[in-house]
């Protein structure tokens, strides 16, 4: 009748095919993969009768099904992948990953851990300082939204699962993929009974950065750490905070300051952005200034004056270096000179923009050393072989962002 859609007409399968080309259903199966004692006729006959049903060809979850593998490799993220590949170590981690796994994996599949930042389509938190000013409740609403949530990892078609480092809900992570039955290999992840960690020495290397800093005559020394938890809140990390952190890296390089600097103020940020180095740097640096937040926002640059030397730190150390450039920025912006009036630190040893010509004081780590040794383990695991845990080090970068205390 005029005015009714037709219902949509069902897609041909393997068996319409063969029976369309006068064949078994294996052989037409044979006829598609290239394999087995298929003759040129009988391929050709099965390809016409394909083209005329419109049928392109097996599924390939279908197959991965049969076999029982995807060839495919998980790796997991608990940030947005904006925020990842703006982490120059991301980068050269996966370039590693890829090196080590070699021929034998068919691809890699991003995965994020991150419905809260993702939620109703936005990036907020690369892009909106409004995700940096979430109050605890409402940080705790949305990370019980989060562990509610289906998670990406449940149903992802993958063999082995990589977890990136720094990941505050790494416990939670893990055990999904243990329900799965994945073999894991962490990056930074820590202890973990069944999963293969590509450690470094993150407590030892923040210690070695912390006596550089004391030989150098800094007592009033101050940390912008990466995140502690799954809230992501931004702010001064307490004593209780400070023993609730669930992100391993952060709290083995807070460990190893606090080695060196037990009373060291620490403040933690939401993600490892340039811009959570600013607001970590002026919440230590700038006096308060509540009108001119309140006219210009708590994000805008200028109109703000520094701290007295006396209440203010003569040291900061980042936990990476993306964080020491936001603080380098705020000296720049206060007017303190580095290193004369302020000594900053980083960590990781990369490549980065908005280093305003400074060479900047921090421990290089081998990330992409790391990641092939990650990509390895993979292989060994998925060809039934063992793999061992292994532990990288970092190394002391003298850079001229750390000077004499001042006087």
Request: hydrophobic share 45%.
């Amino acid at each position: 009748m005029p005015g009714l859609q037709q219902p949509p007409l069902a897609r041909a399968t393997l068996l319409d095919v063969a029976q369309r080309a006068g064949v078994s259903r294996s052989t037409a199966s044979l006829a598609f993969s290239g394999a087995g004692p298929v003759s040129a006729a009988t391929r050709d006959r099965v390809m016409a009768a394909a083209a005329e049903l419109g049928y392109s060809g097996p599924d390939p979850r279908a197959r991965s099904l049969r076999q029982g593998r995807s060839g495919v490799v998980g790796i997991v993220f608990d940030e947005t992948l904006l925020a990842a590949f703006r982490d120059p170590v991301n980068v050269a981690t996966l370039d590693g990953i890829a090196s080590g796994l070699g021929t034998g994996s068919n691809g890699l599949l991003l995965l994020t851990e991150a419905p809260v930042v993702e939620a109703g389509g936005s990036l907020a938190a690369e892009q909106d300082s409004e995700a940096h000013a979430r109050t605890a409740s409402e940080a705790a609403r949305d990370a019980e939204t989060a562990t509610a949530s289906p998670s990406p990892i449940e149903s992802a078609a993958i063999d082995a699962a990589v977890l990136m480092g720094c990941a505050p809900a790494f416990g939670r992570v893990v055990e999904s993929l243990r329900r799965r039955g994945v073999p894991i290999v962490s990056i930074e992840g820590g202890p973990e009974a069944g999963v293969v960690d590509i450690a470094l020495d993150n407590a030892d290397a923040s210690e070695t950065l912390a006596r550089h800093l004391h030989d150098l005559g800094h007592r009033r020394v101050a940390t912008v750490t990466l995140a502690t938890d799954v809230e992501r809140r931004a702010g001064f990390v307490d004593a209780a905070r400070d023993a609730a952190t669930t992100t391993t890296v952060t709290a083995d390089r807070l460990a190893g300051l606090r080695r060196v600097f037990p009373e060291a103020v620490a403040w933690s940020s939401s993600f490892n952005l340039v811009e959570d180095g600013v607001a970590a740097a002026r919440a230590l640096l700038a006096e308060a200034d509540p009108e001119a937040d309140a006219a210009n926002g708590p994000d805008a640059a200028g109109g703000r004056t520094a701290r007295p030397a006396a209440d203010r730190p003569t040291a900061i150390l980042a936990q990476s270096d993306l964080l020491a450039v936001g603080v380098l920025q705020v000296a720049e912006e206060l007017g303190l000179a580095v290193p004369g009036d302020l000594s900053v630190t980083g960590f990781d040893g990369v490549r980065i923009d908005g280093l305003a010509g400074h060479d900047l004081t921090t421990m290089r780590q081998p990330a992409t050393a790391k990641g092939r040794a990650a990509g390895l383990a993979v292989t060994r695991m998925l060809a039934g072989e063992e793999a061992e845990s292994v532990q990288f080090t970092c190394e002391l970068h003298l850079g001229d962002t750390t000077g004499p205390v001042p006087v």
